[in-house]
């Protein structure tokens, strides 16, 4: 997870380092937290390094 702040900062590496070390199996853009621009430049990469996108519809909604 990565604050809105911080998304200036991100980089390929770090978050390909970030994937391997939590053995994700993609990744999930909070699209309301980030620039149009930014998320189309990350979503745009993830698929070009075919690392999987999830959208919020992919999870299902949990009651506690």
Do not use: P
């Amino acid at each position: 997870m990565v604050a809105n702040y911080g998304v200036n900062v991100l980089t390929s590496d770090l978050i390909e380092r970030a994937i391997e070390c939590s053995k994700a199996k993609g990744i999930y853009f909070h699209k309301k937290g980030m620039k149009k621009t930014d998320y189309r430049m990350w979503k745009d990469w993830a698929e070009n390094n075919k690392i999987k996108v999830y959208n919020q519809s992919d999870y299902k909604k949990r009651y506690l």
